[in-house]
């Protein structure tokens, strides 16, 4: 069974990894079936990093969020945030490329739903499948 969001086989993202994936394609991908299929695979630190994200992420694309929730959520990203700098980074500039841009740009979720709404109630993918 998969979630209405999810109303097809996933496909495989090798073939598709530059083109042709829809942002729900990735959404279950990575935060849906990523948790599972990456469970003993990452060392343990890498792994918990990830799942870290991935619970972050799922509560913040609730359509409803409570404020304790949405507090839980941005501990978790600012967890996810720390050590995923200090697990690819780890302080040396010549590993700067390591973080990009939207690592950072995760830590303004909260405040922005906080201001405007869940994403799933104006994100493009939800759009994009309702027109």
């Known amino acids: 069974y998969l979630p209405t969001l999810f ?3 996933p496909r495989n993202p090798a073939e598709k990894i530059n083109s042709g994936y829809k942002a729900a394609e990735y959404l279950n991908y990575i935060y849906v079936l ?3 299929l990456l469970y003993k695979l990452l060392p343990e630190p890498y792994y918990r990093n990830f799942c870290n994200l991935v619970c972050a992420i799922r509560i913040l694309h609730q359509r409803s969020i409570s ?3 949405l ?3 941005h501990q ?3 967890t996810f945030v ?3 700098e200090r697990l690819y980074y780890a302080g040396k500039t010549a590993r700067i490329h390591f973080v990009r841009q939207s690592v ?3 830590t303004h979720l909260a405040r922005e739903i906080q201001l ?3 994403p799933g109630l104006y994100s493009q993918w939800t759009m994009e499948r309702t027109i």
């Open 7 to 9: 109303d097809r086989a």
């Open 104 to 106: 950072h740009s995760l």
């Open 82 to 84: 720390r050590d995923y």
């Open 67 to 69: 404020l304790s929730d």
């Open 76 to 78: 978790l990203v600012i």
């Open 34 to 36: 990523g948790p599972g």
């Open 116 to 118: 405007f709404g869940p």
């Open 71 to 73: 507090r839980r959520a």
